[in-house]
């Protein structure tokens, strides 16, 4: 370390402390700091490189709940033909959704897109589903299926839209 100055934490200018941010340069104490893969770093800079990655705009989710509802709708009357078949819909359905989405909207990343495009096949099924609901222990084998269908269809979309590649 070159110099033994002291130095003090830009947002807490009592602390003393050692550490530099690495980006800015800014003296940050052990609890300002936070570690990222390449060193550590105040939150300000952390903050802003998560702004820059999230880069959708409102109307990207607008256009994600619309799309994702439209295809929970086109995709309801089949989930309810099919039963067991539903294993293999979810997966189709949730990648469907989010490569449809994700296309629509520029590639542009959003920190809830996923969370608006699951919404989007939930609300698909509802039209379908709510009249069942009021015939509730009746159809209870029906919506075991509905809902193995939604939980595999939004692991999928978590899949693509939040764990970005
Ligand atoms: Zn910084
Ligand atoms: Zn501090």
Redesign the pocket.
């Known amino acids: 370390m070159a110099g033994e100055e002291t130095l003090f934490?830009a947002?807490?200018p009592g602390?003393p402390t050692a550490l530099r941010c690495n980006r800015c340069g800014r003296p940050?104490?052990i609890?300002?700091a936070v570690q990222t893969p390449v060193g550590y770093r105040c939150r300000a800079c952390v903050a802003g490189q998560q702004a820059v990655f999230f880069n959708a705009r409102p109307l990207d989710y607008g256009l994600a709940a619309l799309v994702a509802t439209a295809i929970g709708l086109l995709a309801a009357p089949i989930v309810a033909a099919l039963g067991f078949w539903v294993i293999f819909i979810g997966p189709l359905v949730g990648s469907l959704a989010a490569e449809i989405v994700h296309r629509l909207i520029g590639r542009r990343r959003g920190r809830w897109i996923w969370l608006v495009v699951s919404g989007g096949l939930v609300a698909g099924l509802a039209p379908f589903r709510l009249p069942l609901l009021l015939a509730f222990p009746l159809f209870l084998p029906r919506l075991l299926w509905d809902g193995i269908y939604l939980a595999m269809a939004i692991s999928t979309v978590i899949g693509y839209l939040r764990f970005w590649r």
């Open positions: 934490c947002f807490h602390t940050i104490c609890r300002c």
